[in-house]
């Protein structure tokens, strides 16, 4: 099977190319349940899966914040933990995509904290593209917030 991602021109990759992956112990219950992974490689591209504020806890992931502060919080970790799986850390992140559900009322903390946390992981000399989207409900219940990212690592 084939497909094609444009990137300046048109190339074209088969999937028996791609390294799909939920190579870590807590990410294996979504995959066999939701049958999905949660980080794509193809030589030197990778591309995360929407992560949220979610923790290990006894009985596997779970929501525990106690605010949208931990929230955004915690769901950058979580794709610190995913890129590091890959090969990759924030440091190689190019483009983030951020969802928000009740977007009205935490504009300020989320356009607060977004800048800072890029900061914090990417370092003050890389700045992502950033496309951030209100939305009415995300994937898990109780969820507020889930941010998605793209990047490139040398190899």
């Excluded at 030197?44 to 290990?56: A, K, P, T, V, Y």
């Excluded at 769901?75 to 483009?95: D, P, Q, T």
């Excluded at 969802?99 to 003050?124: A, I």
Aim: aromatic share 10%; charged share 15%.
């Amino acid at each position: 099977m084939l497909f094609s991602i444009l990137l300046g021109p048109a190339l074209t990759y088969s999937l028996n190319q791609i390294t799909m992956s939920s190579n870590t112990n807590i990410y294996q219950d979504q995959l066999k349940a939701l049958h999905y992974n949660q980080v794509m490689k193809y030589g030197n591209m990778i591309e995360c899966s929407g992560q949220g504020e979610w923790s290990i806890t006894e009985d596997g992931l779970g929501f525990t914040y106690t605010s949208l502060k931990e929230e955004i919080d915690q769901a950058f970790k979580n794709i610190e933990y995913v890129l590091n799986s890959a090969g990759a850390s924030w440091k190689n992140v190019y483009k983030a995509n951020s969802y928000h559900v009740n977007f009205k009322n935490t504009t300020d903390l989320m356009t607060t904290m977004f800048p800072k946390l890029h900061r914090k992981y990417m370092g003050e000399d890389n700045a992502p593209i950033w496309t951030c989207v209100g939305v009415t409900a995300l994937g898990d219940k109780g969820m507020n917030v889930e941010v998605q990212v793209s990047a490139i690592t040398e190899k």
